[in-house]
């Protein structure tokens, strides 16, 4: 496998080539000859990753480093030639050879050979910079990438426009001018000069203007074979573009013109907005509609690691342009077409839209998909989750690895569509046919058609298939469990806010955003803070809580750009309201199962992010009868079928709804296996029409607590303030068992890699305001009981010391009210001073409540340093009470037990 970026960059921040597409034949042998001397050298048995850095002038390398192990590239690896590494290497360190171990695809040969490959793979790195404040996008030896995509194809050109497709979904392709992913304000030498999350786009633009090969390579060093194929690309776009009549485009040598386009990797949104085709959906299909005509479809291609050498038994597939035969045979009952596009100058109203979608919807499920027999044989197709980010991560590969099984076991065939090689769902003997394959309108609607499937389930795999639910079923395909009309009245916040006013149930008050100052005007009336919310949106892209006029006017055009064309609401803000997560199972809005997780952080903190503890253990019995009140009237009103999540936020006994999700949610995995009841399993029993009988779940009788805590990559992004809010930081997540909850919380807490002060050390406190502090007190004493040393910031000291009687060493402030840095003194160091130089092995940095400048850089600098020196960092107060109660109870001595003694199994 080969880096298209030169060395400098981290290989986990790289686009990755396989098979290497600039290496000559003998630099290629010469590598590979280097590389079974080393490991016969080292004796290394499984698996081995070797990196090497090759000057492309000379035949001159160096051995960067050699992990005798999996790597990150190990599953990479595996996807791209259908080799499983794992399974293989597994089988060797037992002690077998590679001559008696199968090649579980072929079924036929060993595993003795090497993989070759009859087509090209590209994998993509997935950034979430963008989440965190002052944190650099600069790349370099240190991996930043949260995710990654792979995208198989037969042209280089085909694969890098998928791969970008799926990094991002607000992509048609890969594009500079179009993408707006340049900045203008910064020069593009610069921009190409430099690597960063967006040097692709700025390299493509440049190409776009004209630069040619050359100089671009001058600046970027990027091999010249990879810029010509971008260049490629540059050059039929603009062309396009050029031309801008789509019936001028197609009227002579039609059929070769879009199979030439299609081979370099356009979708049809793009060629529609080339060509001026709107609205883009419309366009998209009306191009979808012209394709077809010409006999333009793609071919289904198998991975057979042999490059057709040996006939292959999995249906491990793709598609591509670049082909005249499929590999395997269509769905038992052929292939369904979809509604033709009907011409977009007719009028059309959204009721009449909706009216001809039911209509295509229900004929279709009448005529072609009758029987629950013929829906076995047709199968459902699965949409999975697609790269990991931050708010999409394994959770929802759980969900749709449990959906794909539960099919199996009830005689579905079952059909993955999904792109992201560190999932499991991507296994090809986990489904009857993988493709691993764009989470696009186009592409599923390609899979859908040629498969004849019986349905699509898109509420397992997260916000990406939950948003193609509307435009999938429009187009007429069946979607499974709830109506895609449904979705889209519970994802779009002004409907959804309309339909809880009309039942008269709880929620913040709220305003629809249709300018500026009338976003302003309202939150006037209702008061500063006020929370901006984008619709359809994972992990609350772009929300925003502003506490004045000048926030909240910055955060509204953040919001817009993420929003696009859906609705952004502004909300009030509750200070100190707890947060309540509802997850639960529905058969035609009748709730099944339920499960209510407690946030030990206050409403504020964004979901992923949060404590949550389940079964709750501090709600009212009159809280939880309003929350299962409230949740089933929405599931009756949405009539949901499936999973679905609501958001409860509740100040005493007064609850009110957040959001609802009808779809699982990343919570869902927890709830499963805190209750040892899978509720996906349920939820797909409902889906697809079967009995659906509840689980008996007594919560009276489960005598353990779960705690489910974030794990965050602070330390890995340079400048990054480790703080939380109302959009998602965390990059992970554990959970832990306990007999109480204290127990349970301070083993995850342990889990994520928290390191407890030892005895006799120090903790520094600097705590924002009085109440606070107040809340912290008895905490405080408790440290102060159990022998540790307590150092504070002069207002926190000075507060303790007059309501405590707690002495504490004072440390100052790193900056003053004029933001300017403060020198240390003899009677006081700064607090960056006592982090680098004394004993403090524990922070507890709360700032929340406040806007001062002082408080925000001079918070921002004792809690970077702790991170870069390694200290324990705590910034929520709750967080903080809970710990210094679990350590005074001696819950960091808990001895280990497996899962099986709490559910009381014999194990």
């Known amino acids: 496998m080969e880096n298209f970026d030169p060395l400098g960059v981290h290989t986990g921040d790289s686009i990755v080539v396989a098979p290497s597409q600039t290496l000559t034949n003998r630099e290629y042998f010469m590598l590979r000859k280097t590389a079974l001397k080393v490991v016969r050298h080292l004796g290394i048995v499984g698996e081995c990753n070797i990196q090497y850095a090759l000057n492309p002038k000379s035949e001159k390398y160096c051995i960067i480093e050699v992990n005798a192990r999996l790597s990150r590239s190990s599953a990479l690896a595996s996807k791209a030639t259908g080799y ?72 280089f050109e085909e694969v890098i426009q998928k791969a970008c497709r799926m990094v991002n979904p607000a992509l048609d392709g890969l594009e500079g001018i179009d993408s707006n992913l340049t900045d203008d304000d910064i020069p593009l030498e610069d921009q190409i000069r430099i690597p960063t999350d967006m040097r692709l786009f700025a390299v493509q633009r440049a190409l776009e203007e004209g630069w040619g090969v050359d100089k671009v390579h001058d600046y970027t060093k990027i091999d010249k074979w990879f810029l010509s194929k971008l260049e490629n690309i540059a050059r039929m776009r603009n062309a396009c573009k050029n031309c801008g009549d789509i019936s001028k485009l197609f009227a002579e040598n039609g059929t070769d013109r879009m199979r030439s386009l299609k081979i370099a990797g356009f979708s049809d949104a793009q060629i529609a907005r080339y060509t001026n085709l709107m609205p883009l959906m419309d366009g998209a299909a009306h191009v979808r509609n012209i394709r077809k005509s010409l006999g333009v479809k793609p071919c289904v291609k198998q991975i057979d ?40 100058s007719r009028p059309t109203t959204p009721s009449s839209k909706m009216f001809k979608s039911r209509i295509r919807s229900a004929s279709l499920a009448q005529d072609k998909i009758a029987t629950l027999a013929d829906k076995q044989e047709r199968g459902v197709m699965v949409l999975g989750c697609g790269a990991y980010c931050i708010g999409s991560s394994v959770e929802f590969d759980w969900c749709a690895v449990s959906a794909v099984r539960q099919l199996r076991k009830d005689g579905f065939k079952s059909i993955i569509v999904n792109y992201n ?35 699509i389930i898109v509420s397992v795999g997260g916000q990406i298939p939950n948003n193609l639910a509307g435009p999938l079923a429009q187009s007429g395909a069946k979607i499974l469990g709830t109506s895609a009309r449904d979705i889209e009245r519970a994802e779009d916040r002004h409907q959804f806010s309309n339909m809880l006013d009309e039942m008269g149930l709880k929620q913040p008050a709220w305003s629809v955003l249709s300018s500026k100052e009338e976003a302003v005007r309202f939150s006037q009336d209702v008061g500063f803070p006020v929370l901006v919310r984008p619709s359809f949106v994972l992990s609350g892209a772009a929300m ?22 859906k609705p952004v609401v502004v909300t009030k803000f509750i200070l100190g309201a707890k947060e309540i997560e509802f997850d639960a199972i529905a058969n035609n809005g009748k709730i099944l199962n339920y499960a209510i997780g407690e946030h030990l952080e206050n409403a504020g903190v964004h979901s992923g992010d949060a404590t949550v503890i389940l079964p709750a253990q501090k709600l009212y019995v009159e809280t939880i009868r309003k929350i299962k009140k409230y949740a089933s009237a929405i599931s009756k009103a949405l009539n949901i079928t499936g999973p679905f999540n609501i958001q409860f936020m509740a100040v005493g006994n007064d609850v009110q709804v957040i959001e609802c999700n009808l779809r699982a949610s990343r919570t869902f995995p927890f709830v499963s296996k805190t209750f040892h009841k899978n509720f996906i399993s349920l939820a797909t029993k409902a889906m697809c029409g079967l009995k659906a ?12 607590v779960c705690v489910k805590a974030p794990m965050f990559s602070f330390t890995r992004l340079r400048g990054a303030d480790p703080t939380l809010g109302v959009e998602m930081a965390s990059t992970g997540e554990v959970a ?5 909850p204290q127990q349970a919380f301070l083993q995850a807490m342990l889990a994520t890699g928290f390191k407890l002060p030892k005895s006799g050390s120090t903790i520094l406190l600097s705590i924002a305001n009085d109440d606070i502090r107040r809340e912290f007190a008895e905490s405080a004493i408790i440290f102060n009981k159990m022998g540790y040393k307590l150092s504070a910031t002069p207002g926190t000291a000075s507060w303790y010391k007059t309501n405590c009687k707690l002495d504490m060493k004072v440390v100052r402030k790193p900056v003053n009210e004029d933001g300017d840095q403060v020198e240390d003194s003899k009677d006081a160091p700064s607090a960056i001073t006592e982090l680098k130089e004394s004993d403090v092995e524990l922070v507890i940095n709360i700032s929340e409540g406040t806007t001062r400048r002082d408080e925000i850089s001079s918070g921002y600098m004792i809690r970077r340093t702790s991170v870069d020196y390694g200290i324990g960092l705590v910034t929520n107060v709750k967080c903080a009470v809970w710990l210094a109660k679990s350590m005074e109870l001696g819950y960091d001595q808990f001895p280990a037990r497996n899962i099986g003694e709490f559910y009381h199994l014999d194990v």
């Open 736 to 740: 832990c068992f306990g007999h109480d």
């Open 84 to 155: 499983p590494l794992a399974y293989v290497a597994t089988k060797l360190a037992l002690g077998r050879n590679l001559v008696s171990i199968r090649n579980s695809i072929t079924k036929t040969t060993t595993a003795c050979f090497e993989p070759s490959l009859d087509y090209c793979v590209l994998k993509m790195p997935r950034w979430d910079l963008k989440k965190f404040n002052r944190v650099s996008n600069k790349l370099g030896s240190s991996m930043l990438s949260v995710g990654e995509v792979m995208a198989i194809g037969r042209t």
């Open 305 to 344: 690691t042999l490059a057709a050498e040996f006939p292959a038994e999995t249906n491990y597939l793709y598609m591509t342009y670049s082909g005249n035969e499929d590999d395997v045979s269509a769905g038992v009952h052929g292939s369904i077409d979809a509604v033709p596009y009907e011409d977009a």
């Open 693 to 704: 009988v509840s689980y008996n779940i007594n919560l009276l009788d489960i005598d353990y």
């Open 544 to 565: 925003r809580v502003a506490t004045d006029e000048t926030q909240l006017r910055n955060f509204l055009d953040l919001a817009a750009d993420v929003a696009a064309d």
């Open 421 to 455: 090689p560190e999932t499991v769902s991507t296994d090809y003997d986990e489904s009857d046919r993988l493709y691993f394959e764009e989470l696009s309108l186009e592409r599923v609607l390609d899979i859908y058609e040629r498969e004849g499937a019986g349905g």
